[in-house]
């Protein structure tokens, strides 16, 4: 069947089964690879994007669900002044070990940032406790969004 969607800003006409989970169109159909596939069931954060705004698992969200929506990738958050001053802060602290997760904790990261811009600690854990990272680099990942919020010792 064939849907239209809207990704990064762009209007895509994609050719995919209604309760196809929109990452695999993401990846599969428009290219994008940058979501990553983690656990399937909605448990580990790394296929998470933003639907109109909002961190959500793309591994169980059908297709079908974000026809007349906006999705936005890990590919788009370079052309914002927020995402690249997260971006900026994970390279800068050295957050990524392995990587394979940092996509997905990058788009919750700027979520949170873009509803709270100075998070308590407290709402950082609440915000990104859905993003596991099999390293451990949860005390990296706190201080970069912290260094973003400004709060870092606040």
């Not at 995919?16 to 290219?31: F, K, N, S, Y």
């Not at 297709?63 to 002044?81: H, L, P, Q, R, Y």
């Amino acid at each position: 069947m064939s849907l239209q969607l809207n990704v990064n800003g762009k209007s895509i006409t994609v050719q995919a089964e209604a309760d196809t989970p929109l990452l695999w169109v993401i990846r599969d159909e428009i290219g994008l690879t940058g979501t990553k596939f983690g656990c399937g069931m909605a448990l580990c954060g790394a296929c998470t994007v933003h639907l109109d705004g909002v961190p959500v698992r793309s591994c169980v969200t059908p297709a079908s669900a974000v026809v007349g929506k906006n999705v936005t990738t890990i590919e788009s958050m370079s052309s914002t002044d927020l995402g690249r001053k997260v971006q900026a802060a994970w390279t800068a602290l050295d957050v990524p070990q392995c990587g394979y997760c940092q996509s997905g904790q990058i788009m919750s990261a700027v979520a949170l940032l873009q509803s709270t811009p100075k998070p308590t600690d407290a709402q950082i854990d609440g915000a990104m406790s859905g993003n596991i990272c099999r390293c451990g680099t949860y005390p990296r990942i706190k201080a970069a969004i912290q260094m973003v919020a400004g709060t870092k010792g606040a």
